[in-house]
Each structure stands twice: as C-alpha cells, then as structure tokens.
Nanobody, 120 residues
Framework: QVQLVESGGGLVQAGGSLRLSCAAS????????MGWFRQAPGKEREFVAA????????YGADSVKGRFTISRDNAKNTVYLQMNSLKPEDTAVYYC?????????????WGQGTQVTVSS
C-alpha cells in the first residue's frame, strides 16, 4: 500500500502561484510514477501532470503547459506541482496519484485531495 497526503492548496488571485506537495509513504517511492489530477465542480476528474518513476520524463496537459511544473524529491518521498500564472479555470480539487513503475493499468493509489481556488 502507498499512502499519499497532499498539501499546499488554498485561495489565490488570478496570476498568482501555488506549490502543491504530495508526501508518500508505505512503499519505495522511487519505484512509482506520480501524477496530479484535478476535478472541478460538476466536471470529471482530469489529468494535469505526471513524472515517471525514473524522474527523467514529465508530462503535462495542454491546458497547463508552460504554467505548471511537476517535480519529485525521492529523498523526501515527495512530489510537487508548481503552479504559476493561475487562472480561475484552474479552480479544482487537486489529487495526487501513484502507480508502480509504468503500470499500464493506471494509477491505483490516490490522495484525499487539496482544494485550489483561483479568484478573478
């Protein structure tokens, strides 16, 4: 089992920045590909960004490219999402997720989520 705990959400004005953190425990963190997803009210959960377990590849949704950066610190068992130039449409609950190596079945460990609200 992998336990994930997100933090860093909050209320920010449009154009501002936030950094989300996700602390992992329970298994060897460096073997897990980590992702960030978000879900806005009335919408389905969507992919935001991911970083491969090797740390050498990152992926981001088109809607956040150039604004959001995902990174990981294996020594701290933590993955980060640096969010810059925030827009009201970024308002959502942000979830951290993990999958073992490059598991094609997808992410099977999820955090409880952290609220991000961007005011206009």
């Amino acid at each position: 089992q992998v336990q994930l705990v997100e933090s860093g959400g909050g209320l920010v004005q449009a154009g501002g920045s936030l950094r989300l953190s996700c602390a992992a425990s329970g298994r060897t963190f460096s073997y897990y590909t980590m992702g960030w997803f978000r879900q806005a009210p009335g919408k389905e959960r969507e992919f935001v960004a991911a970083i491969r377990w090797t740390g050498d590849s990152t992926y981001g949704a088109d809607s956040v490219k150039g604004r959001f950066t995902i990174s990981r610190d294996n020594a701290k068992n933590t993955v980060y999402l640096q969010m810059n130039s925030l827009k009201p449409e970024d308002t959502a609950v942000y979830y951290c997720a993990a999958k073992f190596l490059d598991d094609v079945k997808g992410y099977n460990y999820w955090g409880q989520g952290t609220q991000v609200t961007v005011s206009s």
